[in-house]
């Protein structure tokens, strides 16, 4: 009897050990998460060997002030004059962009800038699209293909 009851004490102890022990609250995340104080909308995806790469963009503020009238909806404002980096492998530069009036602006570049000097069908390189906007930075991926 004793013997079963010493088992069940250190059972007991474990149980409450574990369950005080997986209660610890997390202070911050590993990698901070914001989000993206811009929407950008990207196209062109797929060109032949032989022409250039061109990419339009547009980057627009949503403001959603009146988000919860379902009459009026979230609005989209074009943000002009923004700067805007294009890179390959993360730390190659490829083009400076700044946005027009409407927020848009397009990337035209050759595929040897993209580090294809020779295109062939089924190539293709991943794009990132970084800036600042009122003081958050923002990237925005974009792969482009060959024909």
């Given at each position: 009897?004793?013997?079963?009851?010493?088992?069940?004490?250190?059972?007991?102890?474990?149980?409450?050990?574990?369950?005080?022990?997986?209660?610890?609250?997390?202070?911050?995340?590993?990698?901070?998460?914001?989000?993206?104080?811009?929407?950008?909308?990207?196209?062109?995806?797929?060109?032949?060997?032989?022409?250039?790469?061109?990419?339009?963009s547009k980057f627009l503020?949503?403001?959603?002030?009146?988000?919860?009238?379902?009459?009026?909806?979230?609005?989209?404002?074009?943000?002009?004059?923004?700067?805007?980096?294009?890179?390959?492998?993360?730390?190659?530069?490829?083009?400076?962009?700044?946005?027009?009036?409407?927020?848009?602006?397009?990337?035209?570049?050759?595929?040897?800038?993209?580090?294809?000097?020779?295109?062939?069908?089924?190539?293709?390189?991943?794009?990132?699209?970084?800036?600042?906007?009122?003081?958050?930075?923002?990237?925005?991926?974009?792969?482009?293909?060959?024909n």
């Open positions: 009897m004793q013997k079963s009851f010493n088992i069940y004490l250190v059972v007991a102890a474990f149980a409450t050990l574990a369950f005080t022990q997986s209660c610890v609250e997390a202070e911050d995340l590993v990698t901070p998460n914001v989000a993206s104080p811009v929407l950008v909308l990207l196209n062109g995806t797929s060109f032949s060997a032989s022409s250039s790469v061109t990419v339009g503020e949503l403001d959603k002030t009146n988000i919860l009238d379902h009459t009026k909806g979230i609005d989209s404002i074009p943000v002009p004059n923004l700067n805007i980096a294009v890179f390959i492998n993360n730390t190659n530069e490829v083009a400076k962009l700044t946005t027009d009036s409407d927020g848009s602006a397009a990337l035209v570049v050759s595929w040897a800038d993209l580090g294809l000097a020779d295109a062939k069908p089924g190539n293709q390189v991943r794009l990132e699209f970084a800036g600042t906007y009122k003081n958050v930075p923002f990237r925005k991926y974009h792969t482009v293909r060959v």
